[in-house]
């Protein structure tokens, strides 16, 4: 092989283990928006009633169930699903399923969202 042919093999073999380099729990926690170790904002607090209360007491994302690929259970499960939930809750008001959010719950949602979509907001 060509010198280098083995340089570029290698720097790209360097660059792809160093890209990798922060993704610690700590960080996927900030990158989506959930670090539960800061206290549960006012906004997130009101989103997390409504889906506690009409997406898992309806028992379709609770106690491990994934409807439609997402359970509830977890508030940073919530807050890493804010792009769907804005799009299937409040852009095409399709969930849940048989008594969508009204206008109300949907403005709590989307204020959440245009806030930052943070666990902490």
């Not at 073999?13 to 170790?37: A, G, I, K, R, V």
């Not at 009101?46 to 994934?66: F, M, P, Q």
Request: glycine share 6%; hydrophobic share 35%.
């Amino acid at each position: 092989m060509s010198r280098i042919l083995v340089n570029a093999i290698f720097s790209l073999t360097l660059f792809s283990f160093s890209s990798c380099y922060n993704d610690s729990e700590e960080h996927l926690q900030y990158f989506n928006n959930c670090d539960t170790s800061l206290a549960k904002g006012p906004l997130f607090t009101k989103v997390d009633s409504l889906i506690t209360s009409r997406c898992n007491g309806a028992g379709c994302h609770v106690n491990g169930e994934r409807a439609g690929g997402y359970n509830f259970d977890n508030v940073c499960a919530v807050v890493s699903a804010w792009s769907n939930i804005q799009s299937s809750c409040v852009s095409n008001s399709r969930m849940p399923l048989g008594s969508p959010f009204n206008s109300s719950e949907r403005s709590i949602i989307s204020t959440w969202i245009d806030a930052g979509h943070r666990y902490d907001n």
